[in-house]
């Protein structure tokens, strides 16, 4: 992983991370966000965070839209819903330091964050996705892809985040 991180960074070509294995017994997302700043930088911003570790992995948080995606087991459907009560905190901090990153690469919304006003959906993901470009900041998603849970939302990121073969130079 260092060393396909040091070639991107030498060809400027933009990324994301995908935490997988959350299902795993010892698993833990808090750990691999630190170590993945230390040894990549502050500029990991997650956009999901787990519900539940180990034999508890229930679903992801979507730090930007803030809901709640449950995935059924047995089942290729997603539930969507509004954050448990005890993932409110956490979801909030990490929502908080995404905003801190987008902000910090945008002067518009940096502005407006400033001021203390809530940075709006759109506008983050705008913001995320022109960062992304500019490999300012690189999008974290966690899952568990022999479950298939949280894959899709990898897919949204990948979608939403990295850029079309027009936004790049050659």
Known sequence: TTKL??????????RAVFINHID????DFDTAMALLHAR?????????????????????????????RY???????ERIEEIP??????????RDKLCDLVAEADDDLMMKYLDGEELTKGEIKAALRKATISNEIVPVVCGSSYKNRG??????AIVDYM?????VAA
């Open 163 to 167: 850029p079309a073969p027009t936004d």
């Open 151 to 156: 894959v899709q939302k990898l897919l949204d």
């Open 40 to 68: 990549f930088g502050s500029r990991l911003g997650p956009v999901t965070i787990p519900i539940g570790v180990d034999k508890d992995f229930e679903g992801v948080i979507d730090i930007i839209r803030m809901k709640a």
């Open 71 to 77: 995935f059924d087991a047995g089942s290729e459907k």
């Open 85 to 94: 009560p005890e993932y409110a905190d956490a979801a909030q901090a990490a």
């Open 24 to 27: 795993r017994e010892n698993a």
């Open 5 to 14: 991180w040091r070639e991107a960074e030498d060809m400027r070509l933009s």
